[in-house]
């Protein structure tokens, strides 16, 4: 299993960032996929969830209306639009995916993360 980040890096306050995560390994069409950050000294905190179809999506409180968490099943992929980025935005962000076992059962699987750093 494979979750492999792309997309960080350093923008201004009001900028904007598109993170991709590129997924193998698994049945990514079944998959519920999230997108965690962590600042240094915080804890990591979820930031963005999509269901295995796309249909349903949730966010964190800070980031309502700014970032919008996306997915192409027929790419594997899972996307995090960021915009409007704050300093408060700045953290590594990581991808997650919820992998079904069975129908009782989750794994759990992470990225490596990518870091985003918002300063002017």
């Known amino acids: 299993v494979q979750l492999v980040e792309s997309g960080g890096g350093l923008v201004q306050p009001g900028g904007s960032l598109r993170l991709s995560c590129a997924a193998s390994?698994?049945?990514?069409?079944?998959?519920?996929m999230n997108w965690y950050r962590q600042a240094p000294g915080k804890e990591r905190e979820l930031v963005a969830a999509?269901?295995?179809?796309?249909?349903?999506?949730n966010y964190a409180d800070s980031v309502k209306g700014r970032f919008t968490i996306s997915r192409d099943n027929a790419k594997n992929t899972v996307y995090l639009q960021m915009n409007s980025l704050k300093a408060e935005d700045t953290a590594v962000y990581y991808c997650?995916?919820?992998?079904?076992?069975?129908?009782?059962?989750?794994?759990?699987?992470w990225g490596q993360g990518t870091q985003v750093t918002v300063s002017s």
């Open positions: 997650h995916a919820e992998v079904k076992i069975d129908r009782y059962r989750l794994t759990f699987y």
């Open positions: 390994g698994f049945t990514f069409s079944s998959a519920g």
């Open positions: 999509i269901s295995s179809a796309g249909v349903d999506t």
